[in-house]
């Protein structure tokens, strides 16, 4: 009895599996549509708009990362545009939470705005639990990070950037104690703006602070702006201010007069006057280091090609050059935002001030999205390079040339390098033209190609292709281009240069 009743029960499941297995082949949609029904009833992703259209991300964390930098886990409201985002963990829960800068659709020049976004425990889902206006009205040179400016282990939230009168901008917010159902979640403890660089005055912390036992000193923050009471237009006023425990604010303690160089005043005025181009015309070209003891370094330098939309930096053998995105003057000179061109999670905020006619002064905030090593202070100030000289700088530091005019023939077919930055491949009849670039990262000289489309677009997709050089040096001062190239296929992320296994490519130095 008991085996009649196991084998009905066998075969029943057999019929049963068997109907379901005929019900997925005949109507293979049905899962599918009950699965996308899902995925539509899921939270919206909204990404912004940036200036970065054609971003090639070529390593996955560096993908990650940038994704990461642009997605937000909540709907915004219709007429929102998301600016930035920053990720971090303000209360030591399991889950990350979201700072997003964002500004209305109708205004354009008007302020940018933050949302705190957390996880609701209830909920199970992220929701907006707070919200503040910022003094930035330039959407194109935010920057949101934190910092414990108070030494309490709460963590503030800084957002620098530029207003509608060409101002640097701080809002700092501290996280208080409350509920954010009170929507006190954060609270204003700074705004400040000015026409020079606005800077935090950072000063060791104890052993005791740093393994959580004690709280330390706050953190003083540094505006520099015109001396109103000068004829001079390069004296300036460096104005400290200190936080008030007493009040919850940051206020102003302390005021000193910095003299600038007396210089042709009419000149200056030129150089100041806002007008596009004038002042990134002046600081075109190389601009040499200059120590605390007014000694150039050759050592060091930064490169500016506004023609190409280029800066480079060089120092510490290592050769960087970054995509000059976006300027705008301010009252000693320009705010420049670039990216790196083969990491492109690197992005620097440049704030360049007139110190002389000779000299610059220039101030760099690093965006890392990953920790790349990048070890060269930038900060301080410049002098520009005689024409006469940059041709014997290159010599000094043995570091390639940048542009060369040459004509390369091999494997691959000719390739063509014109002196302006741009390169002309053609292979069995398929020409491609783009941009091309040598460069060092780590004491390796690399080359690397992007291509673009007729109308001088980037290439859509990942198409950048990154070479290391077998040569010890591209070009010489003086000598003309080597004669043979050998390029090895890398990829050069967040983890250096990595050997892609393509085999090596010979190229011959050919007639043009």
Not at 230 to 240: A, G, K
Not at 364 to 372: A, Q, T, Y
């Amino acid at each position: 009895m008991t085996g009649n009743f196991t084998k009905t029960i066998t075969i029943v499941v057999f019929i049963l599996t068997a109907l379901c297995i005929t019900m997925l082949m005949i109507y293979p949609d049905f899962f599918s549509e009950q699965k996308n029904e899902r995925t539509r009833q899921q939270t919206r992703m909204v990404f912004p708009q940036t200036t970065l259209v054609n971003v090639n991300l070529q390593d996955t964390a560096e993908r990650l990362a940038y994704e990461e930098s642009v997605n937000i886990k909540v709907n915004l409201d219709e007429g929102e545009i998301l600016v930035s985002v920053l990720n971090d963990n303000f209360d030591d829960d399991p889950m990350e939470e979201q700072i997003a800068a964002y500004r209305m659709v109708i205004e354009d020049k008007n302020p940018v705005y933050i949302t705190y976004i957390d996880f609701d425990e209830t909920l199970k889902e992220y929701r907006r639990v707070w919200n503040a206006q910022t003094a930035v009205n330039y959407s194109g040179a935010v920057s949101i990070y934190t910092k414990d400016l108070i030494g309490d282990h709460r963590p503030c939230v800084l957002v620098s950037g530029m207003n509608g009168e060409g101002k640097h901008t701080l809002t700092v917010f501290r996280k208080t104690l409350a509920g954010p159902e009170e929507n006190t979640l954060f609270t204003k403890i700074a705004e400040i703006r000015m026409e020079g660089t606005i800077t935090v005055q950072e000063t060791a912390r104890t052993h005791a602070y740093q393994t959580g036992i004690a709280n330390d000193k706050s953190f003083s923050i540094a505006a520099y702006g015109h001396d109103n009471e000068s004829t001079n237009i390069l004296d300036q006023i460096e104005i400290i201010y200190a936080y008030n425990g007493k009040s919850g604010l940051y206020e102003e303690s302390r005021v000193r007069r910095i003299p600038g160089i007396q210089v042709e005043q009419q000149r200056v005025r030129e150089l100041l006057s806002g007008k596009p181009g004038v002042f990134a015309n002046f600081i075109d070209g190389l601009w040499y280091y200059v120590d605390t003891e007014g000694m150039i370094d050759n050592r060091q330098y930064i490169y500016f090609n506004p023609q190409n939309h280029e800066i480079i930096f060089y120092g510490d053998e290592v050769q960087q050059i970054f995509t000059w995105q976006n300027s705008n003057a301010t009252r000693y000179g320009l705010h420049i935002t670039s990216q790196n061109i083969s990491v492109t999670t690197l992005r620097r905020t440049l704030d360049i001030e007139l110190e002389s006619l000779e000299r610059i002064r220039v101030k760099v905030f690093e965006d890392v999205r990953l920790k790349l090593g990048v070890s060269a202070p930038w900060d301080g100030s410049y002098r520009k390079a005689p024409s006469g000289e940059i041709a014997a700088s290159n010599k000094t530091i043995a570091a390639p040339a940048t542009h060369i005019d040459a004509v390369y023939e091999g494997s691959i077919g000719k390739i063509r390098f014109f002196p302006d930055g741009f390169y002309e491949m053609n292979s069995r009849g398929n020409v491609r033209r783009g941009k091309y670039s040598f460069l060092l990262f780590n004491g390796k000289n690399l080359l690397e190609l992007r291509p673009q489309e007729p109308t001088g677009t980037a290439v859509s997709g990942n198409s950048r292709e990154t070479f290391l050089i077998g040569d010890a040096a591209v070009e010489k001062s003086g000598e003309g281009p080597s004669e043979s190239l050998s390029l090895l296929p890398v990829r050069l992320g967040a983890r250096g240069i990595q050997d892609l296994r393509e085999g090596t490519i010979s190229l011959l130095l050919a007639a043009d």
